[in-house]
Nanobody
Framework: QVWLAESGGGLVQAGDSLTLSCAAS????????MAWFRQVPGKGREFVAG????????DYSGAVQGRFTISRDNAKKTLDLQMDNLEPEDTAVYYC?????????????????WGRGTQVTVSS
């Protein structure tokens, strides 16, 4: 079991940068595929970015490709999301998620480990 806790959200202006962090505890983080999802009121959770267990493969949604960077440190059990050139459309609650399998998927139901989320608000 892996427990996850996000931090780093806040209120920023369009064009600003922000880094989200996810701290993991328990066993299995180093073997888990990890991802960031986001959710706005009234909608399901949307895949943002994913990273393989060893950190050698990454995947991004088209909406954030080229602006966001996902990374992990297995020794420290942390997962980060560097967000640059933020847009008002990036406003959402951001969740850290993990799955004990090798494939990065875009479906929230494929992920077993979830944090409670951190709010990111981008003003225009």
């Amino acid at each position: 079991q892996v427990w996850l806790a996000e931090s780093g959200g806040g209120l920023v202006q369009a064009g600003d940068s922000l880094t989200l962090s996810c701290a993991a505890s328990g066993r299995g983080f180093g073997a888990a595929t990890m991802a960031w999802f986001r959710q706005v009121p009234g909608k399901g959770r949307e895949f943002v970015a994913g990273i393989s267990a060893p950190g050698t493969k990454t995947d991004y949604s088209g909406a954030v490709q080229g602006r966001f960077t996902i990374s992990r440190d297995n020794a420290k059990k942390t997962l980060d999301l560097q967000m640059d050139n933020l847009e008002p459309e990036d406003t959402a609650v951001y969740y850290c998620a993990g799955r004990p399998f090798i494939t990065i998927t875009h479906e929230q139901d494929d992920y077993q480990y979830w944090g409670r989320g951190t709010q990111v608000t981008v003003s225009s």
